[in-house]
């Protein structure tokens, strides 16, 4: 039998290990304290660049953000409130929350998380309309908001206070302030309101966002779920994004976590300037997905100056109704690229009709800039003044033309008046006048009203199927000639056939609107 001390090494054996490592190993076996080999290590240390800090922007931004908390007599809880989200906190319910916890505490205020069943309730307790009558004000929404100037003046969502009646701006530090709608602009979704205060107040100035670049850092300083002074970061992703808004849809794609109630916030880049304001966000949840869409810095400087300055904004009109120029749009007119706005109808009175300007043109350059689509040619038409002399050249009938206008004022909202007639459905045996355009996969007859001819029917193997025509729909023109019948069309389409042409540009009428479409003619 033999002790534990039988297996230890001498000391001897132990000054005589030559490395740290070793005399580290032997010190554990023989059984010295750990402690003493501490002397031996080092603390890990890893030289790597840091990601930067954003302390110093929200430092010195945060004051000029604000909640903006609107109030109305209309239907209750926006978007911006809340309503419409599901939350299960943790597998826990609302009211097993602590009474502190802040999203029990917007939830009580703002409607709970039940799709508007409380509001339904504090209606019934008689606290909204009943049997007609206008109700107390009451919270709607919340968003987020930004001071612009010392004396007051903020910028937040058109969607936001498009419904209120009254609205409480709330400071960084908790204190609230009652403010006034100066002006809002619905197709650029952005809002101006004022506080009148003898206070001087933190503002932010506009960044020159066309010195941003996809990949800069920008941070969201905003209310969402109405956790004021919430502060994420992110990137930007994209630049001029089209997300159907309106017109005028140039949007900067933002990767952060922006929520509902970030609407009408700034985006700042990290010399705390602001480069975009927060107005939509892409999610299929509901919630953040890391895709939000700031208006540009560029576009809401002009608006919110205007709104400020009248109360309103004043837009530049050409009145033309235009779509985009595609390549086989391109090949049938003639034109080398596939660029310009191709006038599909001149509003009658309008500054283009009175200028000369007829459907089938392409507006290709104004005042000498390249007009590359019909996004580009709304936006600068609009920021352009009403009153303004300007010089449109188009492409027509196969050449290059330039008329000159002056600009209109655009007017006010209003909807596209209806003609208020249905078209036939062709469903007794088709007339003997019909005839077939094999070539083009469609069959055809005169149209009742004379105008154009209608389309019996569509082969569906056919490029007029792939391309949209349907039955019912009329063929009114054919490389802006006005066609009346299957004969018509023929003899256009063998014109243009002599000029060297593979695609011809049918005119189509269809519910009151009207569109271009090119068509293969090489084929027969």
């Given amino acids: 039998m033999f002790t534990t001390n039988a297996l230890r090494p001498s000391l001897k ?13 032997v010190m554990l076996s023989t059984g010295i304290p750990a402690a003493v080999t501490h002397s031996f290590a080092a603390a890990v240390k890893v030289e790597a660049p840091q990601v ?43 009211d097993e929350l602590p009474d502190d916890h802040p999203l029990k505490r917007f939830f009580k205020e703002f409607g709970g998380p039940n799709g508007g069943q409380d509001n339904d309730r504090r209606a019934e307790r008689g606290h909204g309309p009943r049997d007609g009558k206008p109700g107390r004000l009451r919270p709607t929404s919340q968003g987020s908001g930004f001071f612009i100037s010392e004396d007051g003046y903020l910028v937040t ?14 400071l960084n530090d908790g204190s609230e302030l009652n403010a006034k709608l100066v002006g809002k602009d619905s197709r650029t979704d952005l809002a101006v309101l004022k506080v009148d205060d003898k206070r001087k107040f933190t503002f932010v100035t506009w960044a020159d966002d066309s010195k941003v670049r996809v990949g800069d850092w920008v941070v969201a300083v905003g209310n969402p779920f109405g956790l004021g002074g919430t502060v994420t970061s992110g990137i930007i992703s994209a630049r001029g994004r089209d997300i159907g808004s309106g017109p005028y849809d140039d949007y900067l794609q933002v990767d952060a976590a922006v929520n509902r109630g970030n609407s009408g916030g700034p985006t700042f880049n990290l010399h705390g300037e602001v480069v975009g304001i927060n107005t939509a966000i892409f999610s299929p949840s509901g919630g ?48 080398s690229e596939a660029s ?4 599909v109808e001149p509003q009658a009175g309008s500054p283009g009709e009175k200028a000369g300007i007829k459907k089938g043109d392409v507006i290709t350059a104004v005042n000498g800039d390249t007009i590359k689509g019909p996004r580009e040619l709304a936006r600068k038409i609009a920021m352009m003044r009403p009153g303004t002399s300007v010089d449109v050249a188009l492409w027509r009938d196969g050449k290059a033309e330039s008329v000159k206008l002056e600009i209109g004022a655009l007017p006010a909202d209003t909807k596209d008046a209806s003609a208020g007639t249905d078209q036939q459905q062709q469903e007794e045996q088709l007339p003997s006048s019909e005839k077939a355009l094999a070539d083009l996969g469609v069959t055809v007859t005169p149209s009742e009203d004379g105008n154009g001819v209608t389309i019996a029917s569509v082969d569906p193997d056919s490029d007029a199927s ?25 003899k256009v389409i063998e014109e243009a056939k002599k000029d060297g042409r593979t695609k011809a540009l049918f005119q189509i009428e269809a519910d009151n609107a009207s569109r271009f479409v090119a068509l293969p003619i090489s084929q027969g």
């Avoid at 430092?59 to 007599?73: E, I």
């Avoid at 576009?299 to 033309?320: F, H, M, P, Q, Y």
């Avoid at 310009?340 to 006038?343: F, M, N, Q």
Wanted: no cysteine.
């Fill in 340 to 343: 310009g706005a191709l006038v």
């Fill in 13 to 25: 054996t132990v000054l005589k290990t030559s490395t740290v490592a070793g005399l580290a190993a």
């Fill in 288 to 335: 953040n997905v890391g895709i939000a869409f700031a208006i540009p810095a560029s576009v809401a400087k002009d608006v919110v100056a205007d709104l400020i300055k009248d109360g309103e904004v004043s837009r530049g009109w050409l009145g033309v109704q235009i779509q985009p120029v595609d390549k086989d749009v391109a090949e049938s007119l003639g034109l």
């Fill in 466 to 490: 792939d391309r949209g025509l349907k039955e019912g729909e009329k063929i009114v023109s054919v490389n802006n000639q006005e066609v009346k019948s299957a004969d018509d069309i023929l």
């Fill in 52 to 94: 930067p800090s954003f302390a110093n922007v929200v430092d010195a931004v945060s004051p000029a953000v604000v909640s903006v908390r609107v109030q109305s007599r209309a239907n209750p809880v926006s978007d911006e409130a809340g309503g419409g989200f599901t939350f299960d906190f943790g597998g826990r319910g609302l």
């Fill in 157 to 170: 969502n058109n969607h936001v206070v498009s419904d209120g009646s009254a609205f409480t701006v709330i």
